[in-house]
């Protein structure tokens, strides 16, 4: 199980848990995973995360690789200047 | 590591070579936003409400049409409806519905043979407003009985009961805070103010649109990404993205702010109206009132120390307004916060917020400069308070690789530390100072962008490459994307020429935003010019009668890779690619990614000011930018980004500010007036570039363009204390305020 940190004001959709575990083996099973798992995060997701996996910012990459070890975090978009 | 890596032992890498545009700019044949002419063009004006607030009761343009040259007049209801999301959002901005939502917001624009014809066609324009409650400020925004702008707007992060100008809100942290600050030895809380500042690039918005009634067109425009003015224009014209052609011209600046559309879908309605190109130039009071400045922020930062430094909790709230829209940068300013140091407990809380002011767009680190001002400032009152050199502390809490993030995920390798030992070692850091002089330190951190990057290189038949990009060069990206791929191939840097091309010549490439564009486009550049050096040695491998795998490139030549492949003397580039056309036709080479592996680049800065007592004037004295650039590329260019970050920040810091009335109108909106620092102002900005690689880049490459903008604000504030011993904590800290501030303490 893949363990995905969330930030604090998403607790509300995930039952009061800051981190949530789910089956994944790639960023996209993974957020599919959530979705299914807290239907809640549908549209935060839908809006727009990054996932950082082991200190990586990964923005829309589906396909890259996530394990259960990784540390997960799903973080807000991020955009510069 | 995605590639080959290679730190050290380079040949063009790390050079200072001229820029390869060099000679067009400064002899005015490049050609900019407003140098584009067609037959039969028309020229644009904007309408723009003189409210900061207004119902859109009746828009007559019947006495403007009636002039002779006038040729089409556009209103909202020539936009398609239904749009939802951030394109209502942009198409809202680029043009009003039903109200007014600030000063200088479009409400109609008109198109007419000459410029003075169309100027005076959109004073002929009769609307009719019904003046509504306005508020400016983000804390008065947020307080019971402030007009609501957009009731309902706010998304699903909004808890129940807060004012509906807010639109969204952000919570996050780790540890457990109360033991932190129960921990500390003193514990110190201040709120900090900071007033929205513009970009100040010299060239204002600027294009030439064409598009017919078949629904095809293009535009040539002045702007950090055409991809994205492609994407947006389409969106709020209802067409199809492949139907509109855009080309960039060069670039006088951006710093983020062109990385939106304001008059661009505008000029394209015109012209699908009149059936002519139109062109349109902002003028620069329209470029402050009606493009997109930065957030104004009002922060609340509290935190925990040891005696001995130890930084043992800290907990952040901002409120920002980012105009009347949502998205101000509230996300990548928490994250910055406390980014710079190791914190066992911290605690962020962020409210985005609607005011009557224009749309915010990124400006260089959007966010992360605000909330260095609150936090470093902080920092250096406890330094003070406690008798603690502020440098040392900052060295004794700061993050490294292994450390968790105050955002949350482990940082990977990063060149903080590195920073801070090269500050401390700086003879400036020990210089002596004079009367009425004081120093400041602080540090910054910017977590930099990969993002969508396509980029195409083609063989010439004399052994010359052209690489084709798709990031405008804003700060000399043509000059570091030859020299990558001159490495890269082992060719001379005046062999490579590189150009930035049209959203038809590559797939879609995000634009130069993010400090993305040395990074990624660099990184794809590597990857496409090896491809060509891969068939090269195919190339070569055939005609040797060799496989390939028994071919190595080195020094711009095929070369067999050992006694076993054969005694052959090396192909060199040239001799390969003229005979190209009979040895397997065309060599080129395409790479396309979203890279992931940008590092992020920390920064800490010094500097020396001295305050007139008598006036409350500031003098910078010395400035030392110390930042982390991974690998720097063409070191003169990372220079001037660093100087240029600390140049608008000081700017930010001492001058700058959206001034406005009780009316809700921008009080200054000509450069006299917004007041940014000249060369006169500033002394020569002294630059100590470290070089920490990041694993993420062939080269070791970090983005270096936005972080050097994030610790001036602080590091003039804790300078300005140090001279005057008054701590000023909105900004900016003009003279007026100085001086208050002085007479206050007495």
């Not at chain 2, 009634?213 to 947006?232: A, L, N, P, Y």
């Not at chain 2, 195919?538 to 076993?564: F, L, M, Y």
Request: glycine letters at 12%; charged letters at 20%; hydrophobic letters at 40%.
């Amino acid at each position: 199980m893949v363990k995905v940190h969330l930030w604090s004001g998403l607790r509300r959709f995930t039952d009061g848990a800051d981190v949530v575990e789910v089956e994944a083996k790639t960023v996209g099973e993974m957020m599919k995973a959530l979705v299914e798992a807290h239907p809640g995060l549908d549209p935060v997701i839908k809006a727009g995360v990054s996932v950082s996996v082991d200190g990586k910012l990964i923005a829309r990459g589906l396909h890259e690789q996530v394990s259960d070890d990784s540390e997960v975090f799903l973080l807000r978009q991020l955009k510069g200047g | 590591m995605p590639l080959d890596s290679k730190t050290t032992g380079f040949k063009y890498i790390g050079t200072r070579p001229d820029r390869p545009d060099g000679i067009d700019k400064v002899t005015g044949k490049a050609r900019y936003g407003a140098d584009a002419y067609a037959s039969g063009m028309l020229h644009g004006v904007m309408v723009r409400s003189p409210h900061a607030h207004a119902k859109i009761k009746k828009i007559d343009a019947s006495k403007a049409l009636a002039l002779k040259g006038v040729k089409a007049v556009v209103t909202r209801a020539d936009f398609p409806t239904g749009l939802e999301g951030e394109d209502w959002n942009i198409q809202e901005n680029c043009m009003a519905g039903e109200v007014a939502l600030y000063d200088g917001h479009a409400v109609a624009a008109v198109a007419a043979t000459s410029l003075l014809l169309a100027r005076e066609a959109a004073k002929l324009i009769e609307v009719e407003y019904e003046v509504l409650p306005h508020v400016t400020d983000v804390d008065e925004a947020m307080k019971p009985g402030a007009p609501a702008i957009r009731a309902g707007a706010a998304d699903y992060s909004v808890p129940e009961g807060l004012h509906p100008n807010v639109m969204r809100y952000i919570e996050y942290g780790h540890g457990d805070l109360d033991a932190g600050f129960a921990a500390a030895d003193l514990v110190m809380e201040n709120t900090y103010k900071t007033e929205a500042a513009h970009q100040g690039y010299i060239e204002p918005h600027a294009c030439l649109a064409q598009l017919g009634s078949d629904g095809k067109g293009e535009m040539w425009v002045c702007t950090q990404g055409h991809w994205f003015i492609r994407r947006m224009s389409a969106a709020v014209l209802g067409i199809d993205v492949a139907n509109l052609r855009v080309t960039p011209s060069e670039i006088g600046g951006g710093f983020g702010g062109k990385t939106t559309v304001f008059v661009e879908p505008v000029a394209l309605a015109l012209s699908r109206k009149a059936g002519k190109p139109v062109k349109m130039v902002m003028t620069r009071s329209e470029v402050l009132r009606a493009t997109g400045p930065t957030s104004s922020s009002s922060i609340d930062v509290k935190m925990g120390m040891k005696k001995d430094g130890t930084m043992t909790a800290a907990k952040v709230t901002m409120r920002m307004q980012g105009g009347a829209f949502p998205m101000a940068p509230i996300d990548s300013a928490l994250d910055c916060a406390f980014s710079c140091y190791n914190i066992p407990a911290v605690h962020h809380e962020g409210y985005d917020v609607l005011a009557n002011r224009p749309k915010q767009a990124a400006y260089r680190a959007p966010g992360s400069p605000m909330a260095a001002f609150a936090t470093e400032s902080l920092v250096d009152e406890m330094c003070r308070a406690l008798k603690l050199d502020p440098l040392k502390t900052r060295l004794k809490n700061a993050s490294r690789e292994g450390t968790k993030a105050s955002f949350g995920p482990t940082f990977p390798r990063i060149g903080l530390v590195e920073t801070l030992e090269a500050a401390l070692a700086h003879p400036h850091y020990a210089a002596p100072l004079g009367p009425n002089q004081g120093r400041g330190v602080a540090s910054g951190y910017w977590m930099n962008w990969g993002g969508e990057t396509s980029v195409s290189a083609a063989l010439g038949e004399d052994g010359s490459v052209t690489v084709s990009v798709g990031t405008p060069d804003i700060g000399g990206s043509r000059a570091s994307m030859a020299l990558m791929a001159a490495e890269a191939l082992g060719i001379p840097y005046e062999n490579v020429r590189v150009n930035v091309v049209d959203t038809g010549s590559l797939g879609v490439n995000e634009p130069t935003h993010g400090s993305r564009a040395t990074y990624a486009t660099g990184l794809a550049t590597i990857e496409a010019v090896k491809q060509i050096s891969t068939k090269l040695c195919q190339r070569a491998a055939d005609k040797w009668g060799i496989p390939a795998e028994a071919v190595i490139w080195e020094d711009g030549c095929a070369k067999p890779s050992g006694p076993n492949a054969g005694e052959f003397p090396p192909l060199a580039i040239g001799e390969l690619a003229a005979e190209m056309g009979g040895t397997g036709g065309p060599i080129s080479g395409h790479f396309e990614a979203t890279p992931s592996g940008h590092g992020g680049s920390f920064g800490t800065h010094i500097v020396d000011v001295e305050v007139d007592p008598e006036t409350g004037y500031t003098s910078v004295l010395r400035y030392t930018v110390v930042q982390d650039a991974g690998k720097a590329i063409h070191p003169a260019y990372v220079e001037g980004q660093f100087q240029g970050g600390a140049a608008q920040g000081i700017g930010w810091a001492l001058n700058e500010e959206y001034i406005y009335g009780a009316d809700g109108r921008l009080q200054n909106t000509v450069f006299l007036d917004y007041r940014i620092p000249v060369a006169s102002d500033l002394p020569m900005i002294d630059t100590v570039i470290v070089e920490v690689p990041n694993p993420g880049h062939p080269y070791g490459v970090r983005g270096v363009g936005e972080t050097g903008i994030t610790p001036p604000l602080p590091a003039v504030a804790n300078a300005v204390h140090a001279a005057a011993g008054v701590r000023l904590r909105s900004l900016p800290m003009s003279p007026p305020r100085i001086l208050a501030a002085i007479k206050a303490k007495g």
